[in-house]
């Protein structure tokens, strides 16, 4: 019973990957055949190098086997590098030669590599249902066109987003030879693109004071961590940056921010857990027009987009900053987490209406195989995705290129 529950578990796995249901339990009795052939000539040869390594250990002139040996030299190799921060000791008059091992060197992944990789669960749940869907057919007709609705729906590009991506490619599909993926996936990476509002390069420049930006979003969706890797990245560019602590009602919120303010170089405003958030918008905006500040980035309280007495404080948080520095915030961004899949698209539907939400910073999307939400917030809201988080390090924080992201979903594997 355990056995045909596992089938089961790996038959879905494989159906997810892009198998066809009907060839899933197939497909998944043929992998466990082949890992068990796999693990039988792992034994076999283990078994043989085992049985050959006793036969030359009986041969070692100095009667030490084999094993003895190669530990020794791998103790000399070791010991030729003293460990990290450790004084290394004087040579000798007579060093003994010792054997070197070449540097390995590790060549970083470039931003398109970095992209890649964090849209390859999207890019497998995607790209590989659709080449599944084009398998073995002569023509596509209506019936490809309701699979393939299915494929863009549960990637969670959305309705609306899906059925202008349906109604395009019906037209466009004479181009398309059943027989040659690539032909598919260039129309249908066209009309993704056509649908991706974009906000340009940069952001946008005050006419005085600082750049503000105003970052919310519900608890949980990474807001803090964003706006640390912000500031980071602006302070490498050269830039002065002041954060202002408004989460004042999570516990550690503004101990968080302030570990981040360390790491950037960064000034962080704040007042005791509890205050007026309204209160350290208005001492930060205070402090980065008195230290000549070029960007002042708003932390606000995590909060949920039903609650109207915490939006209404949100609108008020505008007003103070709006006063002290005319025309901020310049940038309200938005910060959603992809793996939410349609909720995040109701979070911004929500704080669109309130507070007027001006770009999305779209962050995990290298956790989730729906990357589909980029497309539908851009269709069903008109709201650029500004920024797209595809791992964890400051880099991975990075603007969103339209082109770019198509390209990734549809690069070659």
Sequence with gaps: MNFELWLQKIADLLVNAGVPAEQGATAALALVYLCLTLLSLVVVVFLLRRNLRSRKGSAVPSGRPVEQEERAAAEAVVAEEPPQGAVAPAPSAEPAPKPTLPAAVEEPANLFQRMR??????????????????????SLD????????????????????????????????KEVDPGEPAQLHRVLGEEIRARLKTTGTGWPVPESGPLVIMVVGVNG????????????????????????????????????????????????????????????????????????????????????????????????????????????????????????????????????????????????LDGTAKGGIVVAISSQLDLPVRLIGVGEGVADLRPFDADEFVAALFANN
């Design 221 to 364: 969706v990474g807001k803090t961590t964003t706006i640390g890797k912000l500031a980071k990245q602006f302070s490498d560019q050269g830039k002065k940056v002041v954060l202002g602590a408004g989460d004042t009602f999570r516990a550690a919120a503004a101990e968080q921010l302030e570990v981040w303010g360390t790491r950037s170089r960064a000034e962080v405003i704040r007042h005791a857990e509890g205050s007026d958030p309204a209160a350290v918008a208005f001492d930060a905006a205070k402090a980065a027009i008195a230290r000549k500040a070029d960007v002042l980035i708003l932390d606000t309280a995590g909060r949920l987009h039903t609650k109207v007495n915490l939006m209404e404080e949100l609108k008020k948080v505008r007003r103070v900053v709006d006063r002290e520095i005319p025309g901020a915030p310049h940038e309200t961004l938005l910060v959603l987490d992809a793996t939410t899949g349609q909720n995040a698209l109701i979070q911004a539907r929500m704080f669109q209406q309130a507070v007027a939400v001006s770009g999305i910073a779209l962050t995990k």
């Design 117 to 138: 990789q964090g849209l390859a669960k999207t890019r497998s749940s995607l790209v590989g249902r659709v080449d599944a869907l084009l398998g073995g057919r002569s």
């Design 142 to 173: 209506s019936d490809f066109l309701e699979e393939l609705e299915e494929v863009l729906i549960t990637a969670d590009f959305g309705m609306q987003a899906t059925q202008e991506l349906v109604q395009a490619l019906t037209g466009r599909l």
